[in-house]
């Protein structure tokens, strides 16, 4: 009996996922439960747990490749189950006996090895599950019959020897590029810089578990309240204005970004931000989201300044209409009642749609996060 290995839904709108990273290689035993595979979709990054104890017997697609929800990834040899269909993890199991015109299949590792080497699988006797060729019969068979054919080197082989280097794309990535272009090609992009004072926040972080994020959602969430409009979506019938607040926090991954999304921000107190923001972030580095949790945001935060940057415009995730930059927070004289004085400050940007607001209405937004974060009474909002 095999388990097969589908390609599962990963939220309602995504019809496909790319396969990242096989973490078992083919022919070695697995647990239930422990991952498997890295999957990818325009969404969310995640690791996808095995949902049988058994033995990898065979990757039907290689890493790299996108294919629709549904689609065949591997089987894995295994105890007969129940003849329950279950669903393990987003992952269909499927019952089935081998069939015989599958003994002929090859994974795509071996036909790689085939290729390489100029072997005709024809000619190869499989010792694998159901009479599989596996990469060391090949690897038999090129010993037996003689040395390798030589080939010609690919791209990125000839490439290296002119001292370059090719990273191959990711899904990720490919999905960023076209993202940021995209949005950039939609929206009439405008950004505003403003400064904030954080001193008093220093001060009430003292002997408190609180980075300065949550101070900063707290105060774009007063501010959206007080400006609606901020927190909306251009349509060709009208501007959509979203009445629930849900703000999206950047977080970079291992080879790009995702912004998983705390749900209704304006409601939650800065202890319960903190622990949200960083078990999100947590969740999102180590591949744990939910698809659902990168959905639906309204606004977006981005601080850009943990390395050290001071300013930017970042790109506005669509189909949202602003997103918020937070600089570096340094120590810097500063004029205040005509005297110089040392305070912590920091500099916030605004990037929104001109098509939305004009520049008048993003400064007024501005300022209220401004005065929010500078306030002097923030133990009464934990």
Do not use: C
């Amino acid at each position: 009996m095999t388990t097969d290995i589908i390609m599962p839904q990963l939220g309602e709108s995504i019809a496909e996922g790319t396969v990242v990273k096989w973490l078992v290689p083919v022919g070695r035993a697995i647990e239930k439960d422990q991952s498997l595979l890295e999957v990818e979709t325009e969404k969310v990054a995640l690791e996808i747990p095995s949902p049988a104890t058994g033995v990898l017997s065979e990757i039907v697609v290689s890493e790299g490749e996108t294919v629709p929800v549904g689609t065949l990834l591997a089987r894995i040899d295994s105890a007969p189950p129940s003849e329950v269909i279950n669903r393990v993890g987003g992952v269909v199991v499927r019952p089935m006996e081998l069939a015989s015109e599958d003994k002929g299949r090859h994974s795509p590792a071996v036909r790689q090895l085939a290729k390489e080497h100029g072997v005709d699988l024809s000619q190869v006797a499989g010792t694998g599950a159901g009479g599989r060729v596996t990469k060391k019969d090949v690897q038999d068979f090129v010993t037996r019959s003689g040395p390798a054919v030589k080939t010609t080197p690919p791209d990125d082989e000839r490439s290296r020897s002119m001292g370059e280097d090719i990273l191959p794309l990711t899904q990720m990535r490919k999905t960023i590029a076209d993202r940021m272009v995209k949005s950039r090609q939609t929206s009439a992009h405008v950004t505003t810089f403003f400064e904030a004072d954080f001193s008093n926040i220093a001060q009430f972080r003292e002997g408190r578990n609180l980075t300065y994020l949550p101070f900063v959602i707290r105060a774009v969430t007063r501010a959206i309240r007080e400006v609606p409009i901020i927190n909306s979506a251009w349509s060709d019938q009208g501007i959509i204005v979203k009445k629930d607040i849900h703000v999206g926090i950047a977080t970079a991954v291992e080879d790009g970004l995702l912004v998983p999304v705390v749900r209704h921000a304006d409601r939650k107190g800065l202890m319960q931000l903190a622990k949200e923001v960083t078990d999100l972030a947590e969740r999102a580095r180590s591949k744990k989201l939910n698809p659902e949790e990168v959905q639906e945001g309204t606004f977006t935060v981005t601080n850009h300044g943990g390395f050290g940057s001071l300013f930017s415009a970042p790109i506005i995730h669509q189909p949202q209409i602003a997103i918020l930059g937070v600089g570096a927070i340094q120590k810097r004289a500063v004029i205040i009642n005509d005297a110089i004085a040392i305070r912590l400050m920091g500099y916030l940007s605004l990037s929104f749609d001109h098509r939305v607001i004009d520049g008048a209405t993003a400064d007024q937004f501005m300022a209220k996060v401004k005065g929010s974060l500078e306030q002097s009474h923030w133990e009464h909002i934990l």
